[in-house]
């Protein structure tokens, strides 16, 4: 069917919330910390969860992968995250996360015949994604598939954002912006506050050089905000990252698409009642929208 690519989008909203707790649960701490990660900060862990369907890659590859972290940050957490656990034991150990994570969400009866629903829906999409040229969602696309519907679902939608993505990452080189520039021109039209960017290990002499380049593309001005053809480049981003994104939802088909995300409603709504999720992040994701009708 001809989909419009924002469908897309639309379902990445929804199910983005469904798949982030893992990167704040305690359960999911608590599994690294077993594992001998340092889980005062969450970044030691976080590139092992991520970067383990990989294989034990090096900085190099996790830095191009991953795209708008410094490579400086990545390599204080690769290779050393492969010297504490390997990656099948840290894949192994996701899975346990994932399920103590669900399972810990009050209202949420896992073994239910709607989660099992809602996994094979959402299955169905992350088959039908096209990992050439993807290597994360490859990677992870490439795992054996768990048995049990609540890890059925999140490995799915775990397939379905990395393929999105690394959609983004192409989009990106398309529009000529780095990865120190990506994130200077996501700040530039406000979808985050410049600090929320710190997160990504630039230094401020990095974070200006970037920012000069843009100013001299004539992409901001001389504040860091967006010019008009800033934005224009930077909505052309997110149609290219959205069109790259829309054949799973194509294949599944918007009914089907939509009933995912009303499957997946409750789950949404108990992450966000955690607490856990932040209000601002890097993905520009400020507000959660209800499901299509």
Do not use: C
Not at 127 to 152: K, Q, S, Y
Not at 170 to 195: H, K, M, N, Q, W
Request: charged share 20%; proline share 7%.
């Amino acid at each position: 069917m001809a989909q419009d690519p924002g469908f897309a989008r639309h379902m990445w909203h929804q199910l983005e919330p469904v798949h982030a707790l893992f990167w704040y649960a305690p359960e999911v701490f608590g599994e690294a910390k077993a594992l001998g990660f340092d889980i005062d900060a969450r970044w030691p862990s976080y590139f092992a969860w991520r970067s383990a369907p990989l294989g034990a890659a090096g900085p190099e590859q996790v830095a191009s992968a991953f795209y708008s972290f410094s490579p400086r940050m990545v390599a204080e957490h690769v290779p050393a995250a492969w010297t504490i656990a390997p990656p099948d034991q840290i894949l192994a150990a996701r899975l346990r996360a994932v399920d103590r994570m669900y399972r810990s969400l009050p209202g949420i009866k896992v073994d239910s015949a709607e989660i099992a629903k809602a996994a094979g829906l959402a299955r169905a999409a992350a088959e039908a994604a096209n990992t050439a040229g993807r290597p994360i969602a490859a990677a992870n696309a490439g795992l054996t598939w768990p048995d049990e519907p609540p890890l059925v679902l999140w490995h799915a939608i775990n397939i379905l954002r990395e393929h999105r993505g690394d959609g983004h990452v192409a989009a990106l080189l398309t529009a000529g912006l780095d990865p120190a520039e990506a994130l200077v021109s996501f700040a530039s039209i406000g979808a985050a506050p410049v600090e929320t960017f710190s997160s990504r290990g630039w230094t401020a002499e990095e974070w200006q050089a970037a920012q000069d380049r843009l100013a001299s593309r004539g992409l901001v001005d001389a504040d860091g905000q967006a010019t008009d053809k800033g934005r224009e480049l930077r909505d052309s981003v997110e149609r290219l990252t959205d069109d790259l994104a829309i054949a799973p939802w194509e294949a599944l088909g918007q009914d089907k698409a939509e009933r995912l995300a009303e499957l997946t409603l409750p789950i949404l709504i108990a992450n966000l009642e955690t607490g856990l999720l932040p209000a601002t992040n890097t993905l520009g994701i400020g507000k959660v929208q209800a499901p299509a009708r």
